[in-house]
């Protein structure tokens, strides 16, 4: 049977290195052929790491005992929290300890509370460390809070260009328990909220992957994916996460690129026409589904002040109209024309939607039915609409489809598999 029409699920042997609810009854769906799994798997992964310091034995035999986790690490991710800020307030329920990247200590004192500023380098309660990164681990047990968020692992700063970056060193499934239900409601079926937590790991992968020589892997925003610590973590999407462990989404033996969105509000989007990206398993697909979802329609009304506001950076001033130029084969705007006081301009569609901010302009998925001092508009869909819809999710689950049928309508021809 091709893979299209087949979903598998393997177990990647591991390196000789390492030491490492209820659901409604199903209604008609054209998720023909799509095979089940018969069994999982799970491993553990260990990275080992050593801290080589030479100066003293004791210290790093108790650097052992408190700190477990820097001898021992599954895979992890590095997400940025904040970037561009000028100070953070660092706390724990332990004490917690600094150091560098080659594990000499910063500062040689353990803290409950430290204020992180930037002065020649990373500043710690307005002791400079002169180290353009400082990386602080709390003791076992302990967990770091930034400015009163608690997150789970360590906490890296960057003093960069007369600021700072922060940058949350977590496991991967740590980091899950942040993501899926800033991302979906936890009260959602249990098939969607595993749905979410699969292509939200293999996301994160892929992007560590494609940013392996940066200082970071990806941003705890809609521009990566909305990750909120210790707090957002709820017992439901927890078991979500449990029960897909290490659980993958390829092609071709690669990890796929699981962009996601809320609504489609009808066809998913091709991301070769929507970004340049050509993979066959993101063509886009037929979403029926999300109906009920809030945002399937939507009005707005826009001050035409705030349209030249945000393309004044753009140098388009004194905006005479805005239409649509062109469109995607699944009905969104991809370029649109602006005629101004300087002349004419054609801007992508998406990036209207990130000057103008995405709640004002929900999706590309719009009319213009006036253009005056108020341009009015009625759209559909939210998000950019490549990908995963997730209302569309929803309503499968609730029809009985599990996660493994779910993720290759969305995705065509891809492969779960345990890693």
Same mark, same amino acid.
């Given at each position: 049977?091709?893979?299209?029409?087949?979903?598998?699920?393997?177990? =990647?042997?591991?390196?000789?290195?390492?030491?490492?609810?209820?659901?409604?009854?199903? /209604?008609?769906?054209?998720?023909?052929?799509?095979?089940?799994?018969?069994?999982?798997?799970?491993?553990?992964?260990?990275?080992?790491?050593?801290?080589?310091?030479?100066?003293?034995?004791? @210290?790093?035999?108790?650097?052992?005992?408190?700190?477990?986790?820097?001898?021992?690490?599954?895979?992890?991710?590095?997400?940025?929290?904040?970037? =561009?800020?000028?100070?953070?307030?660092? /706390?724990?329920?332990?004490?917690?300890?600094?150091?560098? %990247?080659?594990?000499?200590?910063?500062?040689? *004192?353990?803290? /409950?509370?430290?204020?992180?500023?930037?002065?020649?380098?990373?500043?710690?309660?307005?002791?400079?460390?002169?180290?353009?990164?400082?990386? @602080?681990?709390?003791?076992?047990?302990?967990?770091?809070?930034?400015?009163?968020?608690?997150?789970?692992?360590?906490?890296?700063?960057?003093?960069?260009?007369?600021?700072?970056? %922060?940058?949350?060193?977590?496991?991967?499934?740590? $980091?899950?328990?942040?993501?899926?239900?800033?991302?979906?409601?936890?009260?959602?079926?249990?098939?969607?909220?595993?749905?979410?937590?699969?292509?939200?790991?293999?996301?994160?992968?892929?992007?560590?992957?494609?940013?392996?020589?940066?200082?970071?892997?990806? &941003?705890?925003?809609?521009?990566?994916?909305?990750?909120?610590?210790?707090?957002?973590?709820?017992?439901?999407?927890?078991?979500?996460?449990?029960?897909?462990?290490?659980? %993958?989404?390829?092609?071709?033996?690669?990890?796929?690129?699981?962009?996601?969105?809320?609504?489609?509000?009808?066809?998913?989007?091709?991301?070769?026409?929507?970004?340049?990206?050509?993979?066959?398993?993101?063509?886009? %697909?037929?979403?029926? @589904?999300?109906?009920?979802?809030?945002?399937?329609?939507?009005?707005?009304?826009?001050?035409?002040?705030?349209?030249?506001?945000?393309?004044?950076?753009?140098?388009?001033?004194?905006?005479?109209?805005?239409?649509?130029?062109? $469109?995607?084969?699944?009905?969104?705007?991809?370029?649109?024309?602006?005629?101004?006081?300087?002349?004419?301009?054609?801007?992508? *569609?998406?990036?209207?939607?990130?000057?103008?901010?995405?709640?004002?302009?929900?999706?590309?998925?719009?009319?213009?039915?006036? @253009?005056?001092?108020?341009?009015?508009?009625?759209?559909?869909?939210?998000?950019?609409?490549?990908?995963?819809?997730?209302?569309?999710?929803?309503?499968?689950?609730?029809?009985?489809?599990?996660?493994?049928?779910?993720?290759?309508?969305?995705? &065509?021809?891809?492969?779960?598999?345990?890693?």
């Amino acid at each position: 049977m091709a893979r299209s029409k087949q979903l598998l699920i393997r177990q =990647r042997a591991k390196p000789p290195a390492e030491a490492n609810g209820a659901l409604p009854q199903s /209604t008609s769906l054209p998720l023909v052929g799509l095979g089940l799994p018969t069994s999982l798997h799970e491993k553990l992964s260990t990275q080992k790491t050593y801290m080589p310091h030479i100066q003293s034995l004791i @210290f790093f035999l108790l650097w052992i005992i408190l700190f477990p986790s820097s001898l021992a690490k599954a895979e992890s991710l590095r997400v940025v929290l904040m970037e =561009r800020i000028g100070q953070i307030r660092l /706390t724990s329920n332990r004490p917690f300890f600094s150091k560098t %990247v080659s594990d000499r200590m910063a500062v040689e *004192a353990a803290y /409950t509370s430290a204020l992180v500023t930037k002065m020649s380098g990373v500043a710690i309660n307005e002791t400079d460390t002169f180290e353009k990164t400082v990386i @602080f681990t709390p003791q076992r047990g302990g967990r770091l809070s930034v400015n009163g968020v608690p997150y789970s692992g360590d906490i890296r700063v960057h003093a960069k260009n007369g600021h700072l970056m %922060v940058v949350n060193e977590v496991d991967i499934e740590q $980091y899950l328990r942040g993501v899926i239900p800033s991302e979906m409601p936890h009260e959602w079926p249990m098939e969607a909220l595993k749905t979410q937590a699969v292509i939200s790991r293999t996301y994160a992968l892929y992007q560590k992957k494609e940013n392996q020589n940066k200082e970071h892997d990806l &941003p705890a925003s809609v521009l990566g994916q909305v990750y909120k610590g210790e707090s957002a973590s709820h017992h439901r999407t927890d078991r979500a996460i449990t029960e897909t462990h290490d659980m %993958v989404v390829t092609y071709d033996g690669e990890l796929a690129l699981t962009f996601f969105h809320s609504t489609s509000a009808g066809h998913t989007e091709d991301a070769k026409e929507r970004w340049g990206i050509d993979l066959p398993y993101l063509k886009g %697909v037929s979403c029926p @589904f999300d109906r009920d979802s809030p945002y399937y329609q939507w009005e707005r009304s826009i001050p035409l002040s705030d349209l030249e506001e945000a393309m004044a950076k753009n140098g388009v001033k004194t905006i005479s109209t805005l239409t649509p130029f062109q $469109y995607s084969r699944a009905g969104r705007i991809l370029d649109v024309r602006i005629l101004h006081q300087g002349g004419e301009t054609f801007f992508k *569609a998406e990036g209207l939607r990130r000057i103008l901010g995405y709640r004002t302009l929900p999706s590309t998925n719009f009319r213009i039915n006036s @253009f005056g001092k108020i341009m009015k508009i009625t759209g559909m869909g939210w998000g950019h609409g490549v990908g995963l819809c997730q209302y569309g999710t929803k309503v499968l689950a609730e029809r009985g489809f599990t996660f493994d049928e779910i993720i290759p309508y969305y995705y &065509p021809g891809v492969v779960l598999e345990i890693r």
